[in-house]
C-alpha cells in the first residue's frame, strides 16, 4: 500500500520569504501521479500544484513550484514570496495510475505566515 | 456550475441515530469519493464509486454504506452512529482520465454525543 508522509507538522514564513514544505511518499510503481492541496480556514481543499511522475521537469505555477525527486521520493512544495493568503493546511497526495484511482493523503503541515 | 456541494454543512447526532449525507455534483464526473477528516490523520476514504449504480469499499468503510442511484448523486448513510464517527466528511468527484484532480465539496462537521 501507498503511504504518504509529511514530516512537518507545522511551519512559519515570514510574508514576502520562501518556505519549503516537505513530502516523502512510498511506492513501488513507476508511473504516478503527485499533488499538493491546500486547506485554508474555510475547509475548501483547493489544489495547487501536480505532478506527473514520468515527466522530469519540476511543476510550476505562479508562485508555488515543486522539487520532485523521483528516486528519492521526495515530492517538496515551495511558496515564493509568501502572502497572508497562504497561511493554510497543505495536503500531500498520491495517485496510482491503476486500481482503485483513489488519492492517498498525508497527514498535513499547517503554515503560518507571520506579517 | 456549482461544482460540489454537500448537504447538510453540520450536522449533530445521537449515539444509535442515523443519517444520511448527500453528495451532488454537476460536472457530469464519473468518479465520486467520500472521505472523513480527522484532527492529525489527514484524508482518509471510507467509500467510492467509478459509475452510477456502483460503488466499492476504500480504506475505512466500516459503519458507513453508500449509494450512487444517479450519476451525479453520492449519498454516505451511518445507520447507528457512533461517537468515533464525529468528523469532517468531504465529497469529491473527478471525470475520466485527464489530469486526474478532484474536485472537493465544501464538507459537512458531524459531531455525534
Known amino acids: 500500500a501507498q503511504t504518504v508522509t509529511q514530516s512537518q507538522p507545522e511551519m512559519s514564513v515570514q510574508e514576502a520569504e520562501t518556505v519549503t514544505l516537505s513530502c516523502t511518499y512510498d511506492?513501488?510503481?513507476?508511473?504516478?501521479?503527485l499533488f499538493w492541496y491546500k486547506q485554508p480556514p474555510s475547509r475548501q481543499m483547493i489544489l495547487v500544484i501536480r505532478q506527473e511522475a514520468y515527466k522530469q521537469q519540476n511543476a510550476t505555477e505562479n508562485r508555488f513550484s515543486v522539487n520532485f525527486q523521483k528516486a528519492a521520493k521526495s515530492f517538496s512544495l515551495k511558496i515564493s514570496d509568501s502572502q497572508l493568503g497562504d497561511a493554510a493546511m497543505y495536503f500531500c497526495a498520491y495517485r496510482s495510475p491503476a486500481g482503485s484511482y483513489q488519492l492517498t493523503f498525508g497527514k498535513g503541515t499547517k503554515l503560518s505566515v507571520i506579517p | 456550475n456549482a461544482g460540489v456541494t454537500q448537504t447538510p454543512k453540520f450536522r449533530v447526532l445521537k449515539t444509535g441515530q442515523s443519517m444520511t449525507l448527500l453528495c451532488a455534483q454537476d460536472?457530469?464526473?464519473?468518479?465520486m469519493y467520500w472521505y472523513r477528516q480527522d484532527p492529525g490523520m489527514g484524508l482518509r476514504l471510507i467509500h467510492y464509486?467509478?459509475?452510477?449504480?456502483?460503488?466499492a469499499k476504500g480504506e475505512v468503510p466500516d459503519g458507513y454504506n453508500v449509494s450512487r442511484l444517479k450519476k451525479q448523486n453520492f449519498l454516505l448513510g451511518l445507520e447507528s452512529a457512533a461517537p468515533s464517527q464525529t468528523s469532517v466528511y468531504f465529497c469529491a468527484s473527478r471525470p475520466w482520465g485527464g489530469t486526474y484532480e478532484q474536485y472537493f465539496g465544501p464538507g459537512t462537521r458531524l459531531t455525534v454525543t
Open positions: 464509486s467509478v459509475g452510477e449504480g456502483t460503488t
Open positions: 460536472m457530469n464526473h464519473e468518479y
Open positions: 511506492t513501488s510503481e513507476s508511473d504516478y501521479y
